[in-house]
């Protein structure tokens, strides 16, 4: 398996230091930190699902003209929903209902998921995309996770 270069390696695992300081907070941090803790760990979590969905969207637009009309169909679908999924999140905030820890356990459910998205991307990413991603992925999935049965 390749290795990512250096700089989208130490990026991305920098990308994790928000959601890690949130989980440091919930587990170890005055109680008085626990709801802005919470708040931006979803904020973060959802920010970061919506850029995984602007990746795909940029990957499908950059495949050669033939391959996007006739079989990346999916890619573009798949590529709206982490915004969405990512704004439902938002709703029972909006409405009072029962939140943060539901919104939270679908947004780590989704960073999950985004894994299947992908795996299926083949050709279209350096042979180093998944060796990259499967670990943020289910870093901040898991990190999102703690947050919500904290």
């Known amino acids: 398996m390749d290795t990512a270069p250096a700089l989208p390696r130490w990026l991305g695992r920098a990308g994790l230091l ?18 802005p803790a919470q708040a931006l760990a979803f904020a973060y ?19 050669p003209a033939a391959q996007r009309r ?8 798949a590529a709206v929903l982490p915004s969405l999924v990512a704004l439902a999140g938002f709703v029972p ?18 960073l999950l998921v985004s ?3 992908d795996a299926r991307l083949g050709p279209l990413v350096p042979r180093w995309w998944m060796p990259l991603r499967v670990p943020l992925s289910f870093g901040l999935g898991l990190m999102t996770m703690a947050v919500a049965v904290a």
């Open 18 to 35: 928000p959601q890690l300081a949130c989980v440091g907070v919930l587990y170890a941090g005055p109680a008085e930190w626990r709801e």
């Open 115 to 117: 894994l299947g998205v």
């Open 70 to 77: 006739n079989t990346l169909g999916w890619v573009w679908m």
């Open 45 to 63: 979590a959802a920010l970061i699902l919506s850029f995984l969905g602007g990746m795909w969207w940029g990957i499908a637009a950059a495949a």
């Open 93 to 110: 905030w909006a409405l009072g209902w029962q939140w943060p820890e539901p919104s939270l356990a679908m947004l780590s459910g989704a």
